[in-house]
Each structure stands twice: as structure tokens, then as C-alpha cells.
């Protein structure tokens, strides 16, 4: 059942409002994949697309203007990275009165029923705000996640990661998080939870994001037959000095949020020490040094926002 939560002219239900964002950052070699697939979609839904656009410089804006005349251009001053930019797009969301938000990267492309089969699980489990598919690597039959599990030591990674679709016997279902590369997210759950934190640049908001949701009483729910293809690594590298920095940050200021006090007091200093001591000199001795760089850095800036961390959650009771 696809929910209609609008009203039109005599109480007559109408078809949800949608808008899918889709997050861009020099990426305008990609974007016609990801847009092209979202016109196709076919879902019974009023779906507005909206590129969020970091300051790029590379014809997004000529692209869009040229081969997407209907698609919202909302392009900011400077590089905002993925939380705070996808915010400035779902804002605007929330004030047109949109039922739903889809989150998609600039490197995934939406199979045509993807947002009908999300939009179906919507109407059917009204307990879940958040809502991920099956992404699978592009050009691969592939997994590359089903959602999001996190560790005892609050790692976040993609479920079923590398496993073969042949071999995937994942049923639809409650999961622990949802990657916001594809992603459904119920309007009414970011009104009572509030939308990505911006102390986050990229990667572990959406982790973020979903804790928040089950502390609020909802929950995140995974959608077998909700396919995407993702180009992984398209935006910083698999493996890059940025990528490891930014989840060495992520990781720290999730555990100092949302971990038990006790533990999160004796994981973060564990953690920025494991960094420091073991990470960073063994891939000195692996002769990269700037990976080893990327880890002290992750182990001092992200200690840093661990502490920032404790200070909000100790100021505002979770």
C-alpha cells in the first residue's frame, strides 16, 4: 500500500509528495545516470528532483539548465559537504509540506520500481522512518549493502558487503541504520528528530541519523526488492587519505553520542590511541605515509569532536 498522508479539493486522497535530492560535487559526468533514472521511476508519487549542488565548477549548472530544465538546481556558495548541503535541500522539503524524502548520490542509479517498493514498505510499516534497498556494486551482481550494522565498538559498515546477490538471503526487515547514498526518509520522523547533524562533513551522519530515530521510538527498515546501483568510491576514493580521515572523525563523535556514558568515556580515548600508536606507524611501515598522516589526523581532530560531543550530550539529555 502506498501511503497518502495529503489531501486535495473534497478530502480526496493524493499521490505523497517526494522530493528526491540528489547530492553533487564537481560530479557532472555522473549525474545524468542518476537523474535519467529517477525520471524513470514509477512510482504513484508527486516526485520533485532536486540536485543539491556543493559549489561545482565543472557545467553542473550548464547540464542541468541544458538537459534537465525541470530539475530544482539548488546550488550553495561553497562546498558544504554532505550533511549540511543535503539539509539546505530537505529544509526546503519540509517547508513545501513534502511527505518523503530519497536521498541519492550522484553515483547511484535507482532501478525504475525503487521508490514504489521503498513507498510501499513505508505505508505498510508506519513504525519505520528511515528505509534503505538492496545496493549493489554497478556492473557487478554484487552487494555492496543492505543497510547499515554497527559493531560493539560503534564501527558503522554496509550489511552483506561483497556478498553475491545469488547468495543473498536477506529478507525485508528492521536493520540497524540506512546509508543515506540511497535512501528513503519519512518527513514527519525529520520533524520530530531533526535533520543531519552539520558537525558531520561526510560519512557516519547517516549513522547518526538513524540512532536518533530509534531513540525517538521509530526504526530503520530494509527493502529487499528496492534496488540501486552504486559506482563506489566515486566521490573520494576507496581507501583514500580523505576517506580514512573523515570516517576516523565520524566514528569517534558517534561514539561519544550515542554510546552508554561508561563506555563511550573508555572507548574514545582506546580508540584515538589505537590510531595513533598502531594504524598510523603500521602504514608508515606499508610506506604510505599519507594514509599514516590521515590517522594521526583522525585520531587528534576526531578526539577533538568526541570531546565537543560529550559536551552536547551532557547539555541536552538524550
Known sequence: ??????????????????????????????????????RRQDA?????????????????RELLARSYPEVE???????????????????RALEAGADFVALINNDVEAAPDWLRKLLEAAGAHPEAGLFAGTLLF??????????L????????????????LSRLSREDGPVAGVSGGAALLRVSLLRQVGLFDPAYFAYYEDVDLSLRAVQAGSQ??????????????????????????????GHLRTIARHQPAL?????????VLYR????????????????????????????AAALRAFSDRSRSPR
Do not use: C
Open 263 to 271: 563506555k563511550a568515556a573508555a572507548l574514545v580515548p582506546l580508540t
Open 44 to 60: 504513484p508519487a508527486r516526485l520533485h528532483l532536486v540536485v543539491a549542488d556543493n559549489a561545482s565548477s565543472d557545467g553542473t
Open 138 to 147: 554497478r556492473g557487478e551482481e554484487v552487494v555492496n549493502s543492505t543497510g
Open 73 to 91: 538546481h539548488l546550488r550553495l556558495s561553497e562546498n558544504l559537504g554532505y550533511g549540511r548541503a543535503n539539509n539546505e535541500a530537505m529544509r
Open 1 to 38: 500500500m502506498i501511503p497518502t498522508s495529503s489531501k486535495g479539493p473534497e478530502g480526496v486522497a493524493q499521490r505523497p509528495l517526494v522530493h528526491a535530492v540528489v547530492l553533487t560535487w564537481n560530479g557532472a559526468h555522473l549525474l545524468p545516470e542518476a537523474l535519467d533514472a529517477l
Open 276 to 303: 595513533a600508536a598502531v594504524k598510523a606507524p603500521l602504514e608508515l611501515l606499508r610506506v604510505r605515509p599519507a594514509l599514516a598522516w590521515a590517522e594521526l589526523r583522525a585520531a587528534a581532530e576526531g578526539g
Open 220 to 249: 530503520s527498515w530494509y527493502v529487499r526488492g528496492a534496488v540501486a546501483r552504486h559506482r563506489f568510491g566515486a566521490s573520494f576514493g576507496v581507501g583514500s587519505p580523505r576517506q580514512r580521515y573523515l570516517l576516523g572523525v
Open 149 to 164: 550494522e554497527i559493531d560493539a565498538f560503534g564501527r558503522a559498515r554496509d550489511r552483506d558487503f561483497r556478498v553475491p
